[in-house]
């Protein structure tokens, strides 16, 4: 095996090893690396993690970014939902109104005929 797949094998454990911590904070290194195979006695993960460094922070910067854009379209679901919601009182007050309008149309002219029938009736 030549050194290039070592080193890809190597940095593919350790992202592996990162994906557990991140996925799981509670756990540690130590609890998790030897499922992986990956040594963490002394300075061997240093000597693996090294050249993993730029991998790794760039991996947990698109977690955090990527974290950041699905808060952000939760925030802007629920505002619209709100909006929603507040337009829809609107309507539903409006209605009321219109329906309170109509009955009072409705008793009047309910009088206007009463008047009218004893008008005619005398």
Known sequence: MNVIEENYKSVSKILLLTDK?????????HSVAPSLGVSVVGGAIGFIC??????????????????????????????KQQAIIAMLKMENNRSVQEVNNLQEMLEILMQTEAGIRTDFSV
Do not use: A, G, H, M
């Open 50 to 79: 090294y050249p993993t460094v730029p991998f790794l922070l760039f991996k947990l910067y698109r977690w955090y970014i990527d974290n950041l854009e699905k808060e952000r379209l939760l925030k802007e679901t629920i505002k």
């Open 21 to 29: 911590v991140i996925e799981n904070p509670q756990v540690s290194l």
